[in-house]
């Protein structure tokens, strides 16, 4: 059973950075990608960012240029680099592994709150 435990998140000023960190319990042998979803109040969650485990990345396009995802393979372990925070990241930062059975382990979030 693979458990992501999110870290990292908290309040921050506008335009100010922060890092997400994301482990994981148990084997990641069947896991092909990490990434990161968010769910603000009221909207849908949506996916942030995703790094495959050959390196491949996507991000949406509300944070191309300002968040970078990277991953330690050594340590288990995602990274979100957020800069030039928005008031509109003010969110639930979840992470997420995908496995090649074909289910997604989500950890319980991480809450990031931009303030303006």
């Known amino acids: 059973q693979v458990q992501p435990v999110e870290s990292g998140g908290g309040l921050v000023q506008s335009g100010g950075s922060l890092r997400l960190s994301c482990t994981a319990s148990g084997s990641l042998s069947s896991i092909y990608a990490m990434g990161w979803s968010r769910q603000a109040p009221g909207k849908q969650r949506e996916l942030v960012a995703r790094?495959?485990?050959?390196?491949?990345?996507n991000y949406a396009d509300s944070v191309k240029g300002r968040f970078t995802i990277s991953r330690d393979s050594a340590k288990n372990t995602v990274y979100l680099q957020m800069d030039s925070l928005k008031p509109e990241d003010t969110a639930v930062y979840y992470c997420?592994?995908?496995?090649?059975?074909?289910?997604?382990?989500w950890g319980k979030g991480t809450q990031v709150t931009v303030s303006s």
């Open positions: 790094i495959t485990i050959g390196g491949s990345t």
């Open positions: 997420t592994m995908d496995s090649i059975r074909g289910y997604i382990y």
